[in-house]
């Protein structure tokens, strides 16, 4: 009876989690275009309208005249080019804008209802904390591109900015999920538990790196599989910006290769977790998608090599964004995983009050 009456409250979530993913993507789009700094100055109210004549789109072309990106990398624009530049970074922040409006309005209708009982305004005012702290990391992104030298954003800020966001959409995820899953959905198994963190983990590292390539453009660094240049480990590469943290933080050649290690580590050890999943009890959520993660990964491994060996080609746009959903989509369902398994403590307790849960969790 409560997971019914609690229905319309995670629809709502699961909405605008799948609106955050689209964001994420529209950020991917945005650097890829070379568009983030295209708009110099922030308004959160005038500024989700683009400039509507123009004088307005001419005044909107000078200020960008100013930065260092403009008069490094793209003093051939023309307004017409401009305009190209700036659709993608006003769309991604009017997405934003919209996402704001679709959690605070359902949430306001849903206080007024009383659908929304006590024990979710907590995770409700982390929910809305998130979110304004994804905001600022990316106006503060934005700004540290005005009136500096910076012709691009930092790589490293632009991996913060998408961590965050990820952040704020597993959240979301799992805060819905506590809403729908029955606890007789739900498997026991320790050692599988565990070994889904430490997948989230080395995803999560992966993730970081993926930021990393798509920030400083290591693709171009070598475009060649399986080899790095004809190189499987080139070491004479990768340790030349005078010192460790420098290296893989700023080395090109360091960091895809970290970022194929890594894709390479985590197909490993999703054939295991896969293994671990098929022994789990058939009425359990977790055994009915045992396969849904390594086909994920297998998914994404393809698309990172088609990725970068058309990084020269016009299909590398859609390749890219391709790569970043789906290694998206692989942290969500290991969210969802975690979330769908509990340590046997845990379940031993609850079966002591209750036998009849021990058929479903042993």
Not at 146 to 158: F, W
Request: proline share 3%.
């Amino acid at each position: 009876m409560q997971l019914q009456k609690n229905r319309p409250v995670a629809t709502w979530l699961f909405i605008g989690a799948g609106m955050l993913i689209i964001q994420v993507l529209l950020g991917g789009l945005t650097r890829l275009t070379g568009s983030g700094l295209s708009i110099t100055e922030w308004q959160p109210i005038l500024g989700a309208l683009p400039p509507m004549n123009e004088q307005a789109w001419n005044e909107a072309f000078d200020k960008y005249k100013q930065i260092a990106q403009f008069r490094y990398i793209h003093n051939h624009f023309t307004l017409a080019d401009f305009k190209g530049i700036y659709f993608w970074e006003w769309l991604h922040r009017d997405w934003a804008r919209l996402i704001g409006i679709v959690f605070l309005i359902p949430f306001i209708w849903f206080v007024v209802k009383k659908k929304i009982d006590r024990s979710m305004l907590g995770p409700m005012i982390i929910l809305f904390l998130l979110g304004g702290l994804q905001g600022a990391i990316g106006w503060i992104m934005v700004s540290s591109g005005v009136g500096t030298d910076l012709v691009y954003v930092s790589h490293i800020r632009l991996a913060i900015h998408f961590l965050a966001a990820l952040l704020l959409l597993c959240y979301v995820v799992w805060f819905a999920l506590k809403l729908t899953v029955r606890k007789d959905q739900i498997a026991l198994d320790s050692g599988t538990r565990g070994f889904n963190i430490l997948l989230l983990v080395v995803i999560t590292l992966q993730l970081t790196y993926g930021a990393f390539m798509a920030g400083t453009h290591a693709g171009k660094a070598s475009i060649t599989w399986p080899t790095i240049n004809g190189s499987m480990i080139p070491s004479a590469s990768m340790l030349n910006e005078g010192g460790f943290w420098s290296d893989i933080t700023h080395n090109l050649i360091t960091i895809q290769f970290i970022h194929r290690g890594l894709a390479y580590l985590i197909t490993v050890l999703m054939v295991f977790f896969t293994l671990r999943l098929i022994r789990l009890p058939k009425s359990t959520l977790l055994y009915k998608m045992r396969f849904l993660p390594v086909s994920l990964v297998l998914v994404q491994v393809v698309l990172g090599i088609l990725a970068l060996v058309h990084y020269l080609t016009p299909d590398k746009l859609l390749l890219s964004i391709l790569h970043q959903l789906v290694g998206m989509l692989l942290l969500v369902c290991m969210v969802v995983t975690l979330f769908l398994v509990r340590k046997a403590a845990v379940v031993q307790e609850r079966t002591a009050t209750n036998p009849s849960l021990s058929k479903t969790y042993l």
